[in-house]
């Protein structure tokens, strides 16, 4: 009697086969494999989060701004401009590209929103950006307007610009100690760069001429230290021809140390436009990865601090004087005295401490070498004449809510 045949493995379902595709066999992946779906499937996951809730944040930033751009202008009116002033950060040599960045990705959506027009100031290395607000200082002093042909007809065709605060914001906190000192060095410094001192060869041309009866010199000796210093001339030309040539940023006008005997222009403004401050964390490093990579998943809560203060200067109503440290000499203080004092950093007034944490991440190299000490190691000198006039662009705790923003007329739309 035949053993009886063993019945046949399953071929898998025969719809794939009469559709010509292959059989696919049902089976759990490898161990291996598991832990990378695993690990991947998991950050993919945390980033999409991220950046979903991103984009809900600043939609709903752009909603509460968005009414500026419904309202009507007159014939001759253009929208607000705000002056933006980028420059590159500490560890990116001359490239302004992440500053440029950062700007596009968390303030341009809020403020193409709210209609707003923008002018940039950049600045490439440190101290460049101090020159070119220094510089714009002086041009206000003088009266010269400098702007180009376009601004120009305007202004003389009787065409201006909406609301009488315009404003002015800083990204970064590199940024905003150029900007203080620029400021400061504008309105205290001279009008014109002060007389550098002589070198040497200067110095020399200044003595009275020797008489040439008491120098005797040989021909042959004149000929040969002529020959000499004119193949030392070419040597030291050919070495500057093969560096290349960086553009120097001119001194400053005033030292922080000259502020207090400085006289105020006599054409200074009570209060200066708004301005408000972007922060802008950049931190470099391949030990800091860890750092860099909880920054890169948590980008929601960057988006939503630099929306809160780009809606502000959006919206330009509500400025503010800048909280300064509170005298400690001083027994009588009211309740808002208190209040600013609480808001101001601890150490020093809302001016020197503004974004100070981002000094952190700068790198090492910018505090321990001497030539690349500058404006950015420097603490913020301040002066109370000029830092009793700057304003703050802030948005108002009652505005919170959904109730607030109906109260003023605003409606928003998640």
Not at 118 to 135: C, I, N, P, S, Y
Not at 162 to 167: D, F, P, S
Not at 253 to 271: M, V, W
Not at 381 to 386: C, E, N, P, Y
Request: contains cysteine; hydrophobic residues 35%.
């Amino acid at each position: 009697m035949a053993a009886p045949t063993p019945p046949k493995a399953a071929e898998g379902n025969p719809a794939f086969k009469y559709m010509g595709l292959p059989n696919i066999k049902a089976k759990l992946p490898s161990r291996n494999w598991l832990i990378f779906f695993g690990i991947t499937g998991t950050f993919a996951a945390i980033v999409y989060h991220d950046r979903r809730e991103q984009k809900r944040i600043q939609a709903l930033w752009c909603s509460r701004v968005s009414h500026l751009a419904l309202e009507p202008l007159g014939p001759l009116e253009l929208p607000r401009k705000v002056t933006v002033y980028l420059s590159a950060p500490p560890g990116s040599g001359t490239d302004i590209r992440p500053s440029q960045e950062h700007y596009r990705d968390f303030v341009k959506p809020i403020f193409t929103a709210a209609a707003l027009d923008v002018d940039f100031v950049e600045g490439r290395r440190m101290g460049e950006l101090r020159h070119k607000v220094a510089e714009g200082v002086r041009k206000q002093r003088l009266g010269v307007d400098g702007e180009d042909i376009i601004e120009e007809t305007r202004r003389k065709g009787g065409i201006s610009r909406v609301g009488a605060v315009q404003g002015e914001v800083v990204v970064g906190r590199h940024a905003w100690k150029e900007y203080i000192r620029g400021l400061h060095e504008g309105w205290l410094g001279p009008l014109e760069a002060p007389e550098e001192p002589k070198d040497d060869a200067q110095r020399a041309d200044d003595k009275p001429p020797v008489d040439q009866n008491e120098q005797v010199l040989k021909i042959e000796d004149v000929i040969a230290d002529a020959e000499k210093q004119k193949a030392e001339e070419d040597e030291k030309k050919k070495e500057e021809d093969k560096k290349p040539t960086k553009p120097s940023v001119p001194p400053s006008y005033i030292l922080p140390a000259a502020y207090s005997s400085a006289q105020l222009p006599p054409g200074i403004p009570t209060t200066f436009d708004p301005v408000g401050v972007i922060p802008h964390p950049h931190i470099l490093g391949f030990l800091n990865t860890p750092i860099r990579l909880y920054r890169y998943v948590t980008r929601r809560q960057l988006a939503d601090q630099c929306g809160r203060e780009a809606a502000a200067i959006a919206l330009g109503v509500y400025s503010r004087p800048f909280y300064h440290s509170p005298d400690p000499s001083a027994t009588m203080s009211t309740e808002a005295d208190v209040a600013a004092g609480l808001e101001a950093d601890k150490e020093c007034g809302e001016i020197e401490g503004e974004l100070k944490v981002e000094e952190g991440d700068w790198p090492k190299k910018y505090w321990k070498e001497e030539s690349l000490q500058g404006v950015w190691q420097d603490n913020i000198k301040l002066d109370a004449r000029v830092a009793e006039r700057m304003r703050k662009f802030f948005w108002p705790p009652r505005l919170e809510s959904e109730d607030g923003m109906r109260e003023e007329g605003i409606e928003t739309k998640e």
